[in-house]
């Protein structure tokens, strides 16, 4: 069997049944982008670890389909996981004898910096917003005080909001994709993990905004157009962008404002239990790895904070010369 025969039954057969739309579209773009002009032609039992290595290396050099430059060691991982999951399907099924991806090792991703907006920063933003008459623009507000994802928001209806108890119910996301005709296409499904079905708590600005314009809302979404229609993520994204440079802020992509909001957490106090459940992480350990210089600083301040406890005592001093302290009798 053809590889690119393989690929098909499986796609069809076992991704698009076990998986999100989201991540479907993702796995046949990687398969019909990358894949398949590859080793599409080959027998599947053909392929071996070594080629495997030898392909990845060349998309590493110049994999991008629209620079012909390097691709990233995400998307490289990406190809590999394609691969790696298609061959253990063939191996399970008895199409091949192993699976020639276990031997190729996943490229190692640095950790990238988390970008968030300052204070002062913030305070520009939400300014803006107040003097905006774009009441789509509250949607970045409503991130930065719940640390919501752009798929999360936009899929946001009103019936999710609890106003008696202040509670924002989170079980569904937007997100965009390819459809089999190559077109773009907006889809609602569930967020990207079982932890990211959470309750936040609203703090109660928050819901009292809220309050005001669900009375002043034409449609079932939180965002949505004057026409009371949902808005898509693409056109989201555009707004934020737009926003930001008419009133000259800092250009951040909007998953800062996921940072900021769980930046102004932790100097808030938050522990960082709480704050891996508000974000929908699958652990703490994930949001201590994401925030860990965040979080140290945070530390730092309250560490300080036992200097009112500090007994300094006046027979204790330091001689500079020897280097060493002494006690004064």
């Known amino acids: 069997m053809k590889y690119k025969d393989w690929l098909k039954i499986w796609m069809n057969d076992f991704v698009a049944s076990r998986t999100k739309i989201r991540t479907y579209s993702r796995y046949r773009n990687i398969a019909e982008k990358h894949i398949i002009p590859f080793f599409g032609e080959m027998e599947i039992d053909s392929i071996d670890t070594a080629s495997i290595k030898k392909f990845l290396l060349k998309k590493s050099a110049n994999g991008n389909l629209k620079t012909n430059k390097t691709l990233s060691n995400n998307s490289i991982n990406l190809i590999r996981t394609v691969m790696y999951l298609s061959m253990r399907e063939a191996e399970s099924n008895g199409i091949i004898d192993?699976?020639?991806?276990?031997?190729?090792?996943?490229?190692?991703?640095?950790?990238?910096?988390v970008l968030a907006y300052t204070?002062?920063?913030?305070?520009?933003?939400?300014?803006?917003?107040?003097?905006?008459?774009?009441?789509?623009?509250?949607?970045?507000?409503?991130?930065?005080?719940?640390?919501?994802?752009?798929?999360?928001?936009?899929?946001?209806?009103?019936?999710?909001?609890?106003?008696?108890?202040?509670?924002?119910?989170?079980?569904?996301?937007?997100?965009?994709?390819?459809?089999?005709?190559?077109?773009?296409?907006?889809?609602?499904?569930?967020?990207?993990?079982?932890?990211?079905?959470?309750?936040?708590?609203?703090?109660?600005?928050?819901?009292?905004?809220?309050?005001?314009?669900?009375?002043?809302?034409t449609g079932?979404?939180?965002?949505?157009?004057a026409s009371g229609k949902a808005v898509s993520v693409r056109n989201y994204q555009y707004?934020?962008?737009?926003?930001?440079?008419?009133?000259?802020?800092?250009?951040?992509?909007?998953?800062?404002?996921?940072?900021?909001?769980?930046?102004?957490?932790?100097?808030?106090?938050?522990?960082?239990?709480?704050?891996s459940e508000i974000l929908g992480h699958e652990s703490a350990s994930t949001?201590?790895?994401?925030?860990?210089?965040?979080?140290?600083?945070?530390?730092?301040?309250l560490m300080n904070q036992l200097n009112k406890f500090y007994f300094v005592s006046s027979n204790i001093q330091f001689d500079a010369k020897k280097k060493k302290r002494r006690f004064i009798l």
């Open 220 to 225: 079932k979404n939180v965002i949505s157009s």
């Open 98 to 113: 192993c699976n020639p991806v276990c031997g190729v090792p996943r490229c190692k991703n640095a950790q990238s910096a």
């Open 119 to 217: 204070v002062e920063e913030q305070s520009l933003i939400e300014q803006a917003i107040a003097a905006s008459a774009d009441v789509r623009l509250f949607g970045i507000k409503i991130c930065l005080y719940t640390g919501l994802r752009i798929g999360e928001l936009l899929a946001l209806e009103w019936k999710d909001i609890d106003f008696v108890q202040g509670l924002l119910f989170i079980n569904k996301s937007v997100c965009f994709v390819k459809d089999s005709n190559d077109e773009w296409k907006t889809v609602v499904e569930k967020p990207k993990s079982a932890a990211s079905i959470r309750i936040i708590p609203l703090p109660n600005l928050l819901k009292s905004d809220l309050m005001l314009m669900y009375m002043a809302s």
């Open 239 to 275: 707004l934020f962008r737009s926003f930001l440079k008419k009133n000259s802020i800092r250009i951040l992509n909007f998953h800062a404002l996921r940072h900021t909001f769980a930046t102004r957490a932790l100097e808030a106090g938050m522990d960082i239990k709480a704050l």
């Open 287 to 301: 949001t201590m790895k994401i925030y860990v210089h965040t979080f140290l600083s945070t530390k730092k301040k």
